[in-house]
């Protein structure tokens, strides 16, 4: 891994054993973008922008010629109003209204390591020689504002991260406007564009076309990300499939509220960037005054979306997530919601906990409807005390109770919100996000309290304070059900998310044993900034074992597999009605932090029989599979009618497979499957009794040992090295 500046051809290099990025200075000021891709050993070639006539493209001042110009030039952090027409990196205005602006190259730095965002969520080392970085200090020597770029690579892996810090240097206000965290300008636009957008309870769809020109715009307006689009894009060869062919991915580490643009311009040039959304932002910057934006996370593999999805996984797992549960196999969970929902009693909860504790299930979560007066979503949101009337000892006593059967607890909070019939909002109407005179949109029958403000995150951190200090609490679930309106422009929206970070914290940092798991209605809110605090998210609210074979897959496109909540739920599914068969919903759930979401005392025994093996089977194998390489291998989304993945440890000496079969077929072919990621000169034995090359499996295939017959069915395979042959 290595940054090296070339005075001879004036670019800034880039590499590791795996890419290349290479920044070119055109001009003596501008910052070009000159190549991103697999390793080159090394740069020879210098800024070579194709002078020409482009008529009707401005040129800049200092040209006396009409062959430059910015408009046509691959840019890494492009100005506005100066002659590059496609979409702006930044935008600031002073006091008289001016915006027209362009930094241009000042000065930079090379060091090992990676520095802190400072109050932002971001990725970081452990250790200086995991990375190095390049920062670009860019300068308007009218206005003053300078900016440094930050380029970070990381040492064997196949990222790249970015992130800009805007400096007032000058003597006026200057109001950013825009303040995107990465620009890349690629120079065809021969890609299909891949992205994950989706709906509550159909989260991360698998959605990929080809670009056309024009600008396409991925957004939340909404104060946080939500379930309506996936802070990401990919950029992929046309001929890119999971195992094989070029993949770009671009991701923020961001909650709050975000844009990404894909523009394809007048000469099929391809415009990728990221950034808070400009809709609800200005951040006013007084003399000396400074802005750092939040981070993206840029991915170049040239093995397919697996080998993209893997670079992601590596990196979050490694460089994001934090603390005691980091590395730590994930326990087994109950979830009373889809079981009792609202209504339970303090009996309730220790009978189901009794029974689930002798499938073997570890932790017990108490969620939604144990506070204030809590009996349907219309109260109690921010009233963060025991409702006596449903557990009249206490939670400290349920929470002994539960720990006595040998199993942990967890309890569920929605902290960021406030319900107009509770003794908070009595106390404190203004607390909610508002615009005066203008009534107020209601979500969930809720509203969401502005963690902007200090008085309010400290009023929500000591009622949880209260309980975390009091109860034994292994395990939370942060919830956060309803997206912001009446939003006002101006520095509330980012402020909420600063608020938000600062809150969670102080929270992770206090209480390092707490596991936390967040949620937004399901997965609205399962953005990478979330794993920084907590390292898993509730994938969905959808747990029909058919529908979850779409969101998970869409889900691994970048999300590790020890972040992913899967539970088993009862039939017909809540969600869709559906029948599938225990064991597919088990197959299915086990492929990420395995859960049960259903009331165990409604089991039959055989049922019990059968989850009482799922638990111990996934427990032999949860290391391999919430840490291991995971792999693509059959889309739902592809029509086939069949999903399978695999998960395979780092040495590659055992692999756990799985095969989904959604509808069945009389007649049908059978299938031949065909595994990947395995060692091709390793042996391994199945547990189905076979024993097989790696390479027979991967090249060759397998049939699987019985048919699968009926609707919903599956099967995994467990691989285990025999020897080296
Ligand atoms: C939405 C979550 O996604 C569900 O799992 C559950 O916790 C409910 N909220 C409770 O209100």
Not at 554 to 562: K, Q, R
């Amino acid at each position: 891994m290595s940054i090296i500046f070339s005075e001879e051809t004036k670019t800034f290099h880039l590499s590791n054993q795996l890419v290349s990025y290479v920044i070119a200075i055109e001009e003596d000021r501008y910052l070009a973008h000159h190549y991103w891709g697999k390793r080159l050993n090394k740069v020879m070639s210098g800024a070579d922008y194709p002078r020409r006539d482009f008529s009707h493209f401005a040129n800049p001042h200092h040209v006396d010629h009409r062959e430059f110009s910015l408009g046509t030039l691959l840019q890494e952090f492009p100005g506005a109003d100066v002659g590059d027409h496609r979409e702006y990196a930044y935008k600031y205005t002073d006091e008289k209204g001016h915006h027209a602006n362009q930094l241009v190259y000042k000065s930079h730095e090379i060091f090992k390591g990676k520095k802190e965002l400072e109050g932002l969520p971001h990725t970081y080392v452990t250790d200086e020689a995991q990375a190095e970085t390049l920062e670009i200090l860019v300068e308007d020597s009218i206005t003053g504002m300078e900016a440094t770029l930050s380029y970070t690579i990381f040492e064997k892996q196949p990222v790249i991260t970015r992130s800009v810090k805007f400096k007032n240097q000058g003597k006026e206000t200057l109001h950013l406007n825009r303040a995107l965290s990465m620009s890349v300008d690629f120079w065809n636009a021969n890609y299909d564009l891949l992205q994950l957008p989706g709906a509550w309870s159909r989260e991360r769809e698998v959605v990929r076309s080809p670009l056309v020109r024009g600008i396409h715009k991925l957004d939340s307006k909404r104060g946080t990300t939500s379930h309506t689009y996936q802070p990401f894009i990919g950029l992929l060869d046309p001929n890119t499939t999971e195992q094989a062919g070029d993949a770009y991915g671009f991701q923020f580490v961001y909650s709050g509220e975000f844009v990404g643009h894909v523009e394809v311009d007048s000469f099929s040039q391809t415009r990728i960037q990221l950034g808070i959304n400009p809709e609800h932002f200005e951040w006013t910057l007084k003399p000396e005054d400074t802005f750092q934006t939040p981070e993206a996370v840029m991915v170049y593999s040239d093995e397919g979306l697996n080998g993209m999805s893997q670079a992601y996984h590596k990196l979050y797992q490694n460089h994001l997530i934090r603390g005691e549960h980091q590395h730590k196999e994930r326990p087994v969970l109950i979830n009373n919601w889809e079981g009792t929902y609202f209504d339970f009693t303090e009996d309730k909860i220790l009978e189901m906990a009794e029974t689930a504790s002798e499938l073997g299930i570890e932790l017990f979560v108490l969620d939604d409807g144990w506070f204030g007066k809590r009996d349907d979503d219309t109260t109690s949101l921010g009233d963060w005390f025991i409702d006596r009337a449903k557990l009249p000892n206490g939670l400290k006593k349920l929470s002994e109770a539960i720990h006595d059967k040998g199993m942990q607890f967890g309890l569920w909070f929605e902290p960021e919100m406030i319900s107009e019939e509770s003794e908070l909002y009595k106390k404190h109407p203004d607390w909610a996000i508002h615009t005066p005179n203008r009534p107020l949109s209601r979500g969930r029958h809720q509203l969401v309290i502005d963690f902007s403000r200090k008085e309010v995150r400290e009023n929500i951190l000591a009622q949880m304070k209260k309980i975390l200090d009091e109860v034994p609490i292994d395990y939370i679930k942060w919830d956060y059900n309803r997206n912001m309106t009446e939003l006002t422009s101006g520095e509330m929206t980012h402020r909420y998310m600063l608020g938000l970070y600062e809150v969670m914290e102080e929270l992770v940092t206090s209480y390092p044993n707490i596991l936390f798991e967040s949620c937004s209605g399901g997965g609205g809110r399962y953005d990478p900034s979330m794993l920084y605090y907590m390292p898993q998210t509730w994938t969905s609210d959808n747990t029909d074992a058919a529908q979850r074979l779409e969101i998970q897959y869409g889900t691994t496109m970048t999300m590790p597999v020890s972040s992913m909540g899967a539970h088993v739920s009862a039939v017909p599914n809540h969600q869709v009605n559906r029948i599938t068969s225990l064991k597919m919903r088990g197959d299915v759930a086990m492929s990420g932090n395995l859960g049960y979401e259903l009331d165990t005392t409604k089991l039959t025994n055989d049922e019990k029989e059968t989850v009482k093996a799922q638990v111990e089977f996934y427990k032999k194998h949860r290391k391999l599979i919430q840490f291991g390489d995971f792999y693509r291998i059959l889309s739902p989304y592809e029509g086939t009618n069949q999903t399978s993945w695999i998960f395979v440890s780092e040495d590659q000496s055992e692999a756990l497979y799985s095969f989904f079969q959604i509808m069945d077929h009389a007649n049908k072919p059978r299938p031949r499957l065909k595994l990947t990621g395995l060692d091709p000169n390793k042996v391994y034995q199945l547990s189905d009794g076979r024993v097989l090359g790696g390479d027979e499996l991967m090249y060759r295939g397998i049939f699987l040992e019985t048919d699968l017959v009926g609707d919903y069915q599956s099967d995994q395979i467990y691989l285990k090295e025999l020897s080296e042959s």
